[in-house]
């Protein structure tokens, strides 16, 4: 893995990128997807959405912006104001710093990075000390509450998320998101085996978490906390926090179809042919526009389960959350390294993947998999049935009906 | 051009770290220590070891400066102003101490010595390259260099898992004994819920003596009619 | 000479914070600024608001985050030891199964004192 040398072509390709990538496509991508999301919302709530701005209210994200922009700009008076200022840009600058390691295509990746995963990990965990600021600088009770609702929330759920690479990491042989991205090609999606499986599902429940996503935004939560550690943000600091937000559901989903979906691939198993019109940069072109379109497919698909899901579930209770992170996915995923590394023996060591290893792998793999859901899931029952105070289900009969 | 880089980053460092020294305010000392783990991991990046660039914001910016900042809200009231006075008749000597330690480290670091058969680090004028150049021949070293460079975490992993397996697992314990310690430290099971306290006691103990619970609601002694 | 890519990666940094603070320049420029003592009161749902603000810190908070740190520093020997696991044998992996039963055993220990019970 070559370092790139630092030619006029080097930088013209980053110059490419950051006014063409970062400064237009990707806040456009953001802004749409807002639009998509109460469009989305909104037919799921049997109602129409926004349609009076525009056609089918497609410049409502502008009227948005205007008006964030239009609006006065107040910080509390006892607010640390440097620090106030601060938080929003370090979450936005988190969210941005995450996209530079994607590889949407071939050769369509902004830098390629020999250790692209840890440091997608390390960026991302910048996040929740943004959120911390952001709560403490606003003097207030109720933010600083939510704001260390928050930090608990997003960093219990980072443990899953790192782990939940860690089986990517390890039948890819390598930290490089285009080698992991390459290998994908030889030995199929990693999401078509069941350590994958369970890694997959794992990695997006920990993401939706990440982000602060309903079922897991009591951050967030208009009804219960005012709004938690944004209370004090008004105007576009607030915009700043919502895009950063947004920019942060778009970076996950981009990531788990990287790593678990083979980026753009269209077909599971099969190598996708780079010189589909011979070697030229037309055949490039060509290949790079359709991995490009069916990377944004799958990454399309993937923001509209999470507006599925918010349109669809609940919030869920602090303590249900915490011990969802802690004692069903961090044991699992732990459990799932061991699986991860059976599945690398039976099915990638031997060279090749053939059908005959693969399914030998995933018969393996796939009981071992369901049996530690299962125990997981039970060890838990059984806990709480010795201990009541452990529950977070009622579990305890009420006091009527002992009084009786 | 690398040069000017690393004096840029080690200036930064220096007023980030003389920021979190000389800072009254806890919160914003510790995120002047957050701005100096990110310059070290500037440096890092400077000499060749991204991986460990990497591991530094992820261990240091995102685990131990939230921990750090949890501690500050837990042991100081959350304004994080530091309430205390260095005494002025420390500060002589606290001075004297540091510019000891300053000129113990630079001599030290400037005529180090080298195993037998090396030359020491002050001797060394340039790196190898890291990109293979066709031209002229290089030692082995050189190559086997470049590799650890350009993958360092495969590097690493082969390293530990051979080599340093004793400490590897020796670390494995350590992180448990850790983590053992500060659970029984820090949990008190405390199994029995507190009697809820009457309004009247809270109203009785002055302002600003019960804080608002988990559940946000504010004290209503101040608001009755 | 240096890493070249991570140029991009300082050079990315600086727009985002650019990008951020954009903005909020543009809003010092336009948005109306029109100050009043309520306004700059700290919200506490229409109510003045009384007392230090200090809550209640729970000791939860920080065993969240000590076994955050205990799992990320887990996480960091995980990560050389999944890249090089392809070139190494079986004793590999008894070894990491070792790591991580010792901090499996340290989650267990956590687990059944009730340092997990609740946010």
């Known amino acids: 893995m070559q370092l790139v040398e630092l030619n006029f072509q080097t930088w013209l390709r980053w110059a490419l990128w950051l006014v063409v990538g970062f400064a237009v496509v990707f806040p456009g991508i953001v802004a749409y997807m807002v639009w998509l999301e ?7 709530q049997d109602r129409i959405g926004p349609n009076r701005v525009g056609p089918l209210g497609l410049l409502q994200p502008i009227a948005d912006a205007i008006k964030l922009i239009t609006k006065e700009n107040i910080v509390p008076r006892s607010a640390d104001r440097v620090v106030h200022l601060l938080a929003p840009i370090l979450v936005l600058t988190s969210a941005f710093l995450v996209m530079a390691v994607v590889p949407f295509g071939v050769g369509l990746v902004p830098v390629d990075l020999p250790s692209g995963l840890v440091y997608l990990i390390a960026v991302s965990s910048m996040s929740p000390l943004g959120i911390f600021l952001a709560g403490w ?9 939510g704001a260390m609702r928050a930090v608990a929330q997003l960093v219990s759920y980072e443990v899953p998320q790192i782990l939940a690479t860690i089986p990517v990491v390890l039948w890819a042989g390598s930290l490089s998101l285009v080698t992991i991205f390459d290998r994908q090609l030889e030995f199929g999606w990693y999401v078509f085996s069941p350590p994958g499986l369970l890694a997959f599902a794992t990695f997006l429940i920990a993401g939706v978490a990440e982000v602060n996503r309903t079922p897991f935004d009591l951050p967030e939560a208009e009804s219960e906390i005012i709004a938690g550690y944004h209370t004090e943000y008004t105007g576009m600091r607030f915009g700043l926090f919502f895009l950063a937000e947004y920019l942060s559901v778009f970076g996950i989903s981009c990531v788990t179809t990287v790593l678990f979906l083979g980026g753009g691939t269209p077909i599971p198993f099969l190598e996708f042919p780079v010189d589909l019109l011979g070697g030229s940069t037309a055949s490039l072109a060509l290949v790079n526009l359709i991995l490009l ?12 389960v999470m507006f599925w899901i918010r349109a669809t579930l609940p919030r869920m209770r602090v303590d249900r959350l915490m011990n969802f992170a802690w004692k069903y996915l961090v044991p699992l995923s732990i459990l799932n390294v061991f699986f991860a590394g059976i599945w690398y023996e039976m099915v990638i060591r031997p060279g090749g993947l053939t059908f005959a290893n693969w399914l030998r792998g995933t018969l393996v793999t796939g009981v071992l998999v369901v049996a530690a859901v299962y125990l997981t899931f039970l060890l838990n029952r059984k806990l709480v049935e010795s201990k009541p105070i452990d529950a977070d289900w009622p579990s305890v009969a009420p006091a009527t009906e002992s009084a009786r | 051009m690398a040069s000017i880089l690393f004096l840029v980053i ?21 995120l002047y220590l957050v701005a100096f783990f990110f310059a070290i991991a500037c440096l890092f990046v400077l000499l060749e070891a991204e991986f460990l660039a990497a591991i530094q914001v992820l261990v240091y910016i995102g685990a131990v400066a939230i921990l750090l900042m949890f501690g500050i809200m837990l042991t100081r009231d959350t304004l994080g102003d530091d309430t205390t006075a260095i005494p002025v008749g420390w500060m002589i000597p606290g001075l004297f101490g540091g510019l000891c330690v300053f000129t113990v480290l630079a001599v030290g670091i400037n005529n180090s010595i080298a195993p037998s058969g090396w030359t020491p680090w002050s001797g060394t004028t340039s790196r190898p390259s890291i990109i293979k150049q066709e031209s002229d021949p290089e030692p082995a070293w050189v190559a ?19 080599r340093y397996v004793v400490a590897f697992e020796l670390a494995g314990l350590l992180l448990t004994a850790a983590l053992v310690g ?5 949990h008190r099971a405390d199994s029995a819920p507190k009697p809820p306290r009457s309004v009247e006691q809270a109203a009785g103990s002055g302002p600003g ?4 619970s988990e559940a946000g609601e504010p004290v209503a002694s101040s608001l009755s009619p | 000479m240096v890493a070249h890519n991570y140029v991009f990666i300082g050079l990315l940094l600086l727009f985002a914070v650019a990008f951020a603070a954009a903005p909020l320049l543009v809003v010092a420029l336009v948005a ?7 306004k700059d009161d700290v919200y506490e749902c229409g109510v003045r608001t009384h007392g230090e603000t200090w809550v209640r810190f729970r000791i939860q908070y920080y065993i969240y985050a000590i076994m955050f740190v205990v799992f990320d520093i887990e996480t960091v020997f995980l990560y050389p030891w999944a890249v090089s696991y392809g070139g190494l044998g079986m004793f590999a992996l008894v070894e990491m199964i070792v790591f991580l039963t010792m901090l499996g055993a340290g989650l267990a220990y956590a687990w059944a004192k009730g340092a997990l019970r609740w946010a």
Request: charged share 25%; aromatic share 8%.
């Open chain 2, 144 to 162: 086997e260099r470049r590799e650890a460079v350009n993958d360092m975490g495969r590097v690493i992993g082969v390293e530990l898992m051979t």
């Open chain 1, 38 to 44: 109460r469009k989305v919302a909104a037919r799921f």
């Open chain 1, 137 to 145: 600088s606003s003097r207030n009770k109720y933010s600083l509450l």
């Open chain 3, 32 to 38: 109306p600024r029109k100050r009043s003592s309520t």
């Open chain 2, 209 to 212: 003596a019960d804080p608002p």
């Open chain 2, 10 to 30: 080690a200036a930064i460092g220096l007023a980030t770290a003389l920021g979190t020294v000389l800072s009254r305010n806890l919160v914003r000392a510790g």
């Open chain 1, 293 to 304: 379109a069916v990377f944004l497919l799958k990454v399309l698909f993937f923001i509209f």
């Open chain 2, 182 to 186: 500060a659970i029984a430290l820090a």
